[in-house]
C-alpha cells in the first residue's frame, strides 16, 4: 500500500521561503508524476505544480515565479518550495501521487498546514 | 486557466436519497475529469477519474457522466459517510484546477 508523509515546519515567517517534503513509501516514485496542492482554511483546493520522476515540472502560473519542486528517487521523496510567503500563503499543503499522467490523484498525504505569521 | 464551477454550492439531503452535483467546465475538457470527496480535516480521497471510471475501493453508488464541458456526479441512495464536500478537478491541461466544491449536508 503506497503512502505519503509530507514533513516540514508549521510555522513560517512573512517574506521567507517554506520548504516540505512528501516522502513515499510502499511503492517506488518512479514512472509517476507527484504533485502539490494546498487548501486555506475554510476554502477550496488549489493545485500548486507537479513533477514527473525524471525531473519534468509543471506550476500553476499564479504561482510559479515562487515555486520549485524537485525529486530526490534515491530517497524516494519530492520536495516544494515556496519563496516569498505571506499570510495568503496559509493553507494545509498536501501531497499527491498521479499514477497515470492522466492528472488524477490517487493517493494523498495528510496534510500540514502551514501558518504564516510573525 | 480552465475555470471550473460546480452546482450547487451545498446541498441538504437524506439518507437514501439519490443526489446529483454538476460541474462545468469553461471549456472542453474531454473526458479529464475527476471527483473527489473530503471529510472534514481529511485529505480529499479519489472518487472518479477520467469523468466515468469507478477508483478501486469506492462503492458503486458513486458514478459520473459527462464529457465535453458539463459532467455530474451521482450518488444513487445517500449513506450516513457520504455527507462531505465534493470537488471536481480537470486533468486536460495545466493548472489542473478544482471546482470550488460542493458541500453534502443531512437533511
Known amino acids: 500500500q503506497v503512502q505519503l508523509q509530507d514533513s516540514g515546519p508549521g510555522l513560517v515567517k512573512p517574506s521567507e521561503t517554506l520548504s516540505l517534503t512528501c516522502s513515499v513509501s510502499?511503492?517506488?516514485?518512479?514512472?509517476?508524476?507527484w504533485s502539490w496542492i494546498r487548501q486555506p482554511p475554510e476554502k477550496g483546493l488549489e493545485w500548486i505544480g507537479h513533477i514527473y520522476h525524471s525531473g519534468n515540472t509543471d506550476y500553476n502560473p499564479s504561482l510559479k515565479s515562487r515555486v520549485t519542486i524537485s525529486v530526490d528517487t534515491s530517497k524516494n521523496q519530492f520536495s516544494l518550495k515556496l519563496s516569498s510567503m505571506t499570510a495568503a500563503d496559509t493553507a494545509v499543503y498536501y501531497c499527491?501521487?498521479?499514477?497515470?499522467?492522466?492528472?488524477?490523484?490517487?493517493?494523498w498525504g495528510q496534510g500540514i498546514l502551514v501558518t504564516v505569521s510573525s | 486557466d480552465i475555470q471550473m464551477t460546480q452546482s450547487p454550492s451545498s446541498l441538504s439531503a437524506s439518507v437514501g436519497d439519490r443526489v446529483t452535483i454538476t460541474c462545468r467546465a469553461s471549456?472542453?475538457?474531454?473526458?479529464?475529469l475527476n471527483w473527489y470527496q473530503q471529510r472534514p480535516g481529511k485529505a480529499p480521497k479519489l472518487l472518479i477519474y477520467?469523468?466515468?471510471s469507478l477508483q478501486s475501493g469506492v462503492p458503486s453508488r458513486f458514478s459520473g457522466s459527462g464529457s465535453g464541458t458539463d459532467f455530474t456526479l451521482t450518488i444513487s441512495s445517500l449513506q450516513p459517510e457520504d455527507f462531505a464536500t465534493y470537488y471536481c478537478?480537470?486533468?486536460?491541461?495545466?493548472?489542473?484546477?478544482f471546482g470550488q466544491g460542493t458541500k453534502l449536508e443531512i437533511k
Open positions: 499527491a501521487r498521479d499514477p497515470s499522467a492522466g492528472g488524477f490523484l490517487d493517493y
Open positions: 471549456q472542453s475538457i474531454s473526458s479529464y
Open positions: 478537478q480537470q486533468s486536460y491541461s495545466t493548472p489542473h484546477t
Open positions: 510502499g511503492g517506488s516514485i518512479s514512472g509517476y508524476y
Open positions: 477520467a469523468a466515468s
